[in-house]
Antibody, heavy 117, light 106 residues
Framework: EVQLVQSGAEVKKPGTTVIISCKVS????????LHWVQQAPGKGLEWMGV????????KYTEKFQGRVIMTADTSADTAYMELRSLKSDDTAVYFC??????????WGQGTLVTVSS | DIQMTQSPSSLSASVGDRVTITCRAS??????LAWFQQKPGRAPKSLIY???SLQTGVPSHFSGSGSGTEFTLTINSLQPEDFATYYC?????????FGGGTRVEI
């Protein structure tokens, strides 16, 4: 059974950094890209970027370019999303999601990040 | 970036109704279009990929169609568990943009 299990909720102060993990199981980690999606409270889904676990190559959307780093640890079958210089409008649920080909098929359960002073 | 526009943003329907949601892309994306369902407080669920192919386990009363710039998600015989928000997403080119969502409510 394919599973993506994310780390728990975080409360962070403005200007700090959050790192969210996404541990996968049930398939070969390097065979599928992993995407990250942001959902602010009461808002829609926003694609942030993607990492290829096989070679670490990444693509980021311009909104987060320079503040986000997506990585993959093949020894732990885990992907990470690091978001720096947190602001109040980074308060959101963050999802990791696997793609087959290019389309997303499985999602993690989501991680709530609250940015507050 | 490719902009994805969904309509309507919300709709009211009853159990047993047929519902159609439209998604338009700002430029041609051939068939690289996916649909997702999301219920409050839950992660999205993948429904359709390649515009019309159902993900494994998705009930057959869901269907998708379209190509190029205009796509539709049809829910035949709406079930109580189908009341949710639906999103389209293009994966033709980066960034893989989502539509704004369509809330289907009673």
């Amino acid at each position: 059974e394919v599973q993506l299990v994310q780390s728990g909720a975080e409360v962070k102060k403005p200007g700090t950094t959050v790192i969210i993990s996404c541990k996968v199981s049930g398939y070969s980690f390097t065979d599928h890209f992993l995407h990250w999606v942001q959902q602010a409270p009461g808002k829609g889904l926003e694609w942030m970027g993607v990492v290829d676990p096989e070679d670490g190559e990444t693509k980021y959307t311009e909104k987060f370019q320079g503040r986000v780093i997506m990585t993959a640890d093949t020894s732990a079958d885990t992907a990470y999303m690091e978001l720096r210089s947190l602001k109040s409008d980074d308060t959101a649920v963050y999802f990791c999601a696997r793609s087959t080909g290019s389309e997303i098929d499985y999602w993690g359960q989501g991680t709530l990040v609250t940015v507050s002073s | 970036d490719i902009q994805m526009t969904q309509s309507p943003s919300s709709l009211s329907a009853s159990v047993g109704d047929r519902v159609t949601i439209t998604c338009r892309a700002s430029q041609g994306i051939t068939y690289y279009l996916a649909w997702f369902q999301q219920k409050p407080g839950r992660a999205p669920k993948s429904l359709i990929y390649a515009a019309s192919s159902l993900q494994t386990g998705v009930p057959s009363h869901f269907s998708g169609s379209g190509s190029g710039t205009e796509f539709t998600l049809t829910i035949n015989s709406l079930q109580p568990e189908d009341f949710a928000t639906y999103y389209c997403q293009q994966y033709y080119s980066y960034p893989h943009t989502f539509g704004g969502g369509t809330r289907v409510e009673i």
